[in-house]
């Protein structure tokens, strides 16, 4: 399950201003976010992660994952575009 994180909201209000495919590709979380996930990854390798610092970790990667799908159709679109 997707936790409510930072990083949630932030996409989701990226999106919701429907953002053309120019600013989908040049989207990044904030530093907040970033450091934030960064900080998971880091206390994960020292296997010390809680269950809920697992669980936003998992929401992180899930949102990554999204994010790469919404950026690899809209570069599908500008090439599309261009052609």
């Known amino acids: 399950m997707l936790l409510k994180t930072q990083a949630a909201t932030e996409i989701a ?29 880091h206390t994960e390798r020292d296997s010390s992660l809680t269950e809920e610092e697992r669980k936003e970790l998992e929401s992180y990667l899930v949102i990554e994952y999204l994010m790469e799908l919404v950026k690899l159709e809209a570069q599908r679109q500008l090439r599309q575009r261009a052609s």
């Open 13 to 41: 209000q990226f999106l919701a201003n429907h953002p053309t495919p120019e600013q989908i590709m040049s989207f990044h979380p904030s530093s907040e976010v970033a450091e934030r996930a960064y900080e998971l990854i």
